[in-house]
């Protein structure tokens, strides 16, 4: 199975301020990787797929890149509501496999 | 909308069953690929196993393969998953999931807690 790994586990920011959180898989999975976000209590919502294409309805703030090993979100601009849990997704190979997640807290 | 619910959820002992439902709405259910996914609070999700629009291939990960079966109803927009043999690691929010193709959900329910304990 394809591991994937995230970093960092958590980080503090503020409001309208720049993050940047990255996921790296064991082995080369093109960009064949999702990015959704999880609030306390709900559903993963799904942001980006293929490593760079973002989901209707969401913000431009939000951006996607990488391929082969390493990938990186990037969420411009941050908002209140962005406040939550990032977790990466490989989908290049069966079973799918998630990162373990990034909590992204308000500083 | 676009929508899953998920029911059947609850305590359960080791070595137990249970069985958990999804019904869908908003799509044409039986046009898609459905998904069985789970998460341990606090933890990155595992997907547990999927199932074609027909019904006639089914693909679980290792951990729950010959345990747990998925299965579907096109004619109720419902899918479910019979868990048996169940261990106290299988304690997590089990979500149902569509797959819009190339392994990737793109609508999930809120989700049904299974609690395996003694």
């Known amino acids: 199975d394809i591991q994937m790994t995230q970093s960092p586990s958590s980080l503090s920011a503020s409001v309208g301020g720049r993050v940047t959180i990255t996921c790296q898989a064991s082995?080369?999975?093109?960009?064949?990787l999702n990015w959704y976000q999880q609030k306390p209590g709900k559903a993963p919502k799904l942001l980006i797929c293929?490593?760079?294409s973002l989901e209707s309805g969401v913000p431009s703030r939000f951006s996607g890149s990488g391929s082969g090993t390493d990938f990186t979100l990037t969420i411009n601009s941050l908002q209140p509501e962005d406040f939550a849990t990032y977790f990466c997704?490989?989908?290049?190979?069966?079973?799918?496999?998630f990162g373990q997640g990034t909590k992204v807290e308000i500083q | 909308e676009v929508q899953v619910v998920e029911s059947g959820g609850g305590l359960v002992q080791p070595g137990g069953s249970l069985r958990l439902s999804c019904v869908a709405s908003?799509?044409?259910?039986?046009?898609?690929?459905m998904n069985w996914v789970r998460q341990v609070p606090g933890k990155g999700p595992e997907w547990v196993g999927n199932?074609?629009?027909?019904?006639?291939?089914?693909y679980y990960v290792d951990s729950v393969r010959g345990r747990f079966t998925i299965s579907r109803d096109n004619a109720r927009n419902s899918l479910y998953l019979q868990m048996d043999s169940l261990r106290v690691e299988d304690t997590a929010m089990y979500y149902c999931?569509?797959?819009?193709?190339?392994?990737?959900?793109?609508?999930w329910g809120q989700g049904t807690l299974v609690t395996v304990s003694s």
């Open positions: 999931a569509r797959d819009r193709g190339a392994r990737t959900a793109d609508c």
């Open positions: 908003g799509f044409t259910f039986s046009n898609y690929w």
């Open positions: 199932i074609k629009p027909d019904g006639s291939e089914k």
């Open positions: 082995q080369s999975i093109s960009d064949s």
């Open positions: 293929a490593a760079s």
């Open positions: 997704q490989q989908s290049y190979s069966t079973p799918r496999t």
